[in-house]
């Protein structure tokens, strides 16, 4: 059975950090793109920021300068480090994996997880 499990979301001071962690299992990682994704309430799904199999990164425009996506192909995990977060970060953050198509269409995933709600407020 094919698993994306988030986990680190939570309530944060705008300015502040926080990290999310992927954890997959049920399918063969390291062949897969991985992919944080978000969305807001009553907004579209928006590609936050990708890593290919070979650590290539793709930014989406709210992760330029800010955030960073790192894979751990051994242990079947994904992070998204966030620093200097703002209120408007504020969503619901999904971690995903596609094994084919252009890294920021969500389309191209193949695999979702439930989501970890960030919310950035003082």
């Known amino acids: 059975q094919v698993r994306l499990v988030e986990s680190g979301g939570g309530l944060v001071q705008p300015g502040g950090s926080l990290s999310l962690a992927c954890a997959a299992s049920?399918?063969?990682?390291?062949?897969?793109?991985m992919a944080w994704f978000r969305q807001a309430p009553g907004l579209e799904r928006q590609f936050v920021l990708g890593i290919t199999e070979t650590d290539g990164t793709r930014y989406g425009d709210p992760a330029k300068g800010r955030f960073t996506i790192t894979r751990d192909n051994a242990k079947n995990t994904v992070s998204l480090h966030m620093t200097r977060l703002k209120p408007e970060d504020t969503a619901v953050y999904y971690c995903?994996?596609?094994?084919?198509?252009?890294?920021?269409?969500?389309?191209?995933?193949?695999?979702w997880g439930q989501g970890t709600q960030v919310t950035v407020s003082s």
């Open positions: 049920g399918f063969r990682f390291k062949p897969y793109s």
């Open positions: 995903a994996a596609s094994e084919f198509g252009a890294i920021t269409d969500r389309n191209s995933y193949n695999y």
